[in-house]
């Protein structure tokens, strides 16, 4: 099972180039399973046992199921769709020495800038296109190899094996052609789209790594891909959602964009789309202003980011005594700052799903002296206050433009999350509470 899932992983990150793309891949799959789709700026109306689906910005999207009867709470697991990358600037194009075109670009989150170059690229993203006295979006993914980014001979820089520190207007700027190809970047989108070059008003393009995912150790226990951080949470919790159900309990599925910038955007977990969506739901379907109180005290939030594993030639890199590795199961991560949403309660929670489901789990802390990142968990939860933990499944190289995972912990994820969305949490008392499978 690990294997097919992996290449159906493959697949899904393969027809996700953009986080444009990963959105329009899972509205596609929730379409497939009979979903119904909410426009924000009409009035909803919902009916008990149906399931639909609402997006924003055409890079976030929040699904749900509509039990059949009174539910109690919520039952939520939010992921990103978004990864490091190279963003196209305006005017793009960059004549140099009269010869070669360049791609005038700027860096999308935290990447490790090494792993960019010297590999196929090609650019995928959206673009608004003018049509009568409408604006349109046209989703774009040149689909070949277009451009790369080369590196420097070593003759040319002998401190590139010392530490080298990269500069993204200068060392990251992609190749497009030689000077043949100038004026050619807006010609290529148009002939794409089947668009008029003047009829292009804008656009949000990216780079993206056309290496495809690959299964590979000595026992094919390790997966390496493109965008694993943090596709690959958003397709495992995919899966579970589609699979998973309790009539006491509303199952949510949400996917933010923006997570490697900040998330403060109308689309990222900071923004108030969780929180408009939830109340939208409670109000369309006759519920009070108190029901919905009630519900998010009992309500749970699986904030699901990949976590780091111990790397096999920087030991000294993770804690001591709490520390992941690939394949040993699903990583709890807790922060004392509060970078993560995780504390003895939501930890404990999950711990209980999981050892129902019979599925490995792991902790994990920075080092004291070694300050993380944060996530989704805590930025959504000063919209919507309610318990959360902040998991992810091991992985080496993030922030890489090709990452390294387990294969096994695929599976985990999904069985852990099909068992999260099949039980209902319910508040007992402040600290207290009682999960039902």
């Not at 959602?241 to 996917?255: E, P, R, T, W």
Request: aromatic share 10%; hydrophobic share 40%; proline share 3%.
């Amino acid at each position: 099972m690990s294997i097919e899932r992996a290449n159906e992983l493959f697949r899904f990150i393969k027809n996700s180039p953009s986080c444009f793309h990963a959105i329009a891949t899972i509205r596609e799959e929730l379409l497939g399973h009979g979903f119904i789709e909410l426009p924000e700026g009409k009035k909803w109306e919902l009916q008990a046992g149906k399931q639909y689906f609402v997006t924003r910005n055409q890079s976030s999207v929040l699904a749900f199921k509509v039990p059949t009867a009174d539910f109690t709470s919520f039952h939520i697991v939010a992921s990103h769709s978004d990864s490091p990358t190279f963003k196209l600037k305006e005017n793009a194009e960059i004549e140099t020495c009269d010869k070669y075109i360049q791609l005038n670009t700027e860096g999308y989150g935290g990447m490790i800038c090494s792993t960019w170059l010297d590999r196929p690229l090609s650019i995928a993203g959206r673009v608004m296109v003018k049509d009568g006295s409408s604006v349109k979006t046209k989703l774009l993914a040149v689909d070949r190899d277009l451009v790369m980014i080369p590196n420097m001979a070593i003759h040319m820089n002998r401190d590139i094996n010392n530490g080298y520190k990269f500069n993204p207007q200068v060392d990251m700027l992609p190749l497009f052609g030689d000077i043949t190809a100038k004026g050619g970047l807006k010609k290529l989108i148009a002939s794409e789209l089947g668009v008029k070059e003047e009829d292009i008003l804008g656009s949000d393009l990216f780079l993206y790594n056309r290496m495809n995912g690959t299964v590979w150790g000595a026992n094919q226990e390790y997966i390496s891909c493109a965008k694993l951080d943090d596709l690959e949470c958003s397709f495992t919790s995919l899966k579970a959602f589609l699979a998973g159900h309790n009539d006491k309990s509303l199952s949510v599925y949400v996917v933010f964009d923006n997570e490697e910038v900040g998330s403060g955007t109308k689309q990222g977990a900071q923004s108030t789309f969780l929180a408009d969506t939830l109340r939208r739901i409670n109000a369309a379907l006759g519920r009070t202003e108190e029901d919905f109180y009630t519900a998010v005290a009992s309500s749970f939030m699986l904030s699901a980011d990949n976590a780091h594993a111990v790397h096999p030639n920087h030991t000294d890199k993770t804690d001591k005594t709490n520390r992941a590795f690939l394949n040993e199961g699903i990583v709890i991560k807790g922060n004392a700052n509060q970078k993560y949403c995780t504390d003895a309660v939501s930890s404990a929670i999950f711990k209980s799903i999981c050892d129902g489901a019979k599925v490995p789990y792991q902790v994990f802390h920075n080092r004291s002296d070694m300050p993380g990142g944060s996530t989704l968990g805590n930025l959504s939860n000063a919209q919507v206050s309610l318990n959360a933990v902040d998991i992810g499944l091991p992985q080496l190289a993030m922030h890489s433009c090709y990452e390294t995972a387990g294969i096994r912990d695929i599976d985990y994820m999904i069985d852990a999350i099909t068992a999260f969305y099949n039980s209902c949490l319910e508040f007992a008392a402040d600290g207290d509470y009682i999960l039902h499978p």
